[in-house]
């Protein structure tokens, strides 16, 4: 049974940092695209940053702009999403997810149905 936990979120000021952690576990992950999401109540959840295991190839939404990384250990079973600059607008509660479907590892909106395992998901919140 594929299992994500999420663990890191906190509350920080602007221009503060948080690294979250996503612990993978319950299959074979060598063929799995993992990605982390975030969602505020009354809105539309949003992809952020995707890695595909194998390769390490990785995609980020427009609106990281750079301030976000996405990486893993592979010898740990972790997923990572680095933030950097974070702005109270980044609050949200944010979620890992995989999906094994192959080819393409995106965070768009009408891609967010190939990720069909979810973490329960930790919450960030920036104060201005």
């Known amino acids: 049974q594929v299992q994500l936990v999420e663990s890191g979120g906190g509350s920080v000021q602007a221009g503060g940092s948080l690294t979250l952690s996503c612990v993978r576990s319950?299959?074979?992950?060598?063929?799995?695209?993992m990605g982390w999401f975030r969602q505020t109540p009354g809105k539309e959840r949003e992809g952020v940053a995707t890695i595909y295991v194998l390769s390490g190839s990785t995609y980020y939404a427009p609106f990281v702009q750079g301030r976000f990384t996405i990486s893993q250990d592979t010898a740990k079973n972790a997923l990572y999403l680095q933030m950097n600059n974070l702005k109270p607008e980044d609050t949200a509660m944010y979620f890992c997810?995989?999906?094994?479907?192959?080819?393409?590892?995106?965070?768009?909106?009408?891609?967010?149905?190939?990720?069909?395992?979810w973490g329960q998901g930790t919450q960030v919140t920036v104060s201005s």
């Open positions: 319950g299959t074979t992950w060598r063929n799995a695209c």
């Open positions: 997810a995989a999906h094994f479907r192959g080819g393409r590892c995106l965070t768009q909106a009408q891609y967010q149905n190939d990720f069909t395992s």
